[in-house]
Structures are given as C-alpha cells and as structure tokens.
C-alpha cells in the first residue's frame, strides 16, 4: 500500500492575518485622518479613554469616594444622598433641598401650609451609587472574626 501525502495548507488565518492588519492600520489611521488629530493627540484621546475605563472598573468594584454621586442642596450647599425637589418661591424654579432644609421651606408639611403657600412638593432624589459604597464595605472582613482568630492562637501558644 503507498501513503498518501497531503501537502501542507496554510490555515486561513495565515494567509489573511496580514492582509487584515493593513486593513485595521489603515483604519485607525484614517479614522485619526477624519479627526484631524496628530499621533500625540490620539494618544493622549487613547489615554484618557484608558482613565475613564479604569475609574468605571473602580467604581462598579466599590472603590469610590464616600461622596461618590451626591448632590448639593440648592440652599445650604451641602452634599446629601437624598434631596427633595420642591418649588419655595414665586420663581417657580425647582429646588433640591436637604431634610433640615426642607422643613423650613414646608413647614414640615408634605404639601405645604398658609405660611407657605408658594411651596409645592415635587419629589424625591436619591443617590443610587450609596448602595455601591454599602455593598463594598460589606465584603471586607469581619474584625471580630479576626480578634477572635487571634486570641484562640495565642491560646493555644501558651
């Protein structure tokens, strides 16, 4: 019986790999042609497109400020996760304001009283991204659990 021999065949993506990198060059380069940017600028577009990406990635793994997605109140300026949107004033321009600020501007009452008759509810605000910092501190280790490790190991040392 003779054997056959195939000949050896270069796989696809041999044969087009390069082609398609020249294509993908030539992209990019074009695409920075109808930017009109030089090489710098497109690194530097690149590099702050790498920043972005890295503080999202940051974020959704619960490294963020604990002021992280606050508002301000309109009248006080203070940082606050939960506001509320009212009219106080003959303006009629809507304000977000803080709970103690609210009170005042109300009178404590939900709809407003004679004292405060150019108040009118109009909602609530609240920072969804507290729970991200809730849930991140959630995952770090229990202290006790910890201390009481350490206690048991110097016991059974002595």
Not at 36 to 49: D, G, H
Not at 117 to 122: I, L, S
Request: hydrophobic share 30%; charged share 30%.
């Amino acid at each position: 019986m003779q054997s056959v021999l195939i000949p050896e065949v270069r796989c696809f993506a041999q044969r087009f790999a390069p082609a398609a990198a020249a294509r993908t060059l030539q992209r990019s380069t074009m695409a920075s042609a109808l930017r009109n940017e030089t090489p710098e600028q497109r690194k530097a577009r690149k590099e702050e497109v790498k920043a972005q990406k890295a503080d999202k990635r940051a974020r959704r793994e619960g490294h963020v400020p604990d002021d992280y997605g606050q508002k301000s109140c309109t009248l006080c300026k203070q940082q606050k996760d939960l506001l509320i949107r009212c009219q106080i004033d003959k303006t009629e321009m809507w304000h977000m304001v803080c709970g103690k600020c609210w009170r005042t501007v109300s009178g404590g009452v939900v709809d407003g009283d004679d004292a405060h008759p150019d108040y009118r509810y109009g909602g609530l605000w609240k920072n969804l991204h507290k729970a991200d910092r809730a849930s991140a501190h959630l995952h770090k280790p229990d202290i006790q659990a910890e201390e009481l490790q350490a206690l048991e190991a110097t016991q059974q040392e002595s």
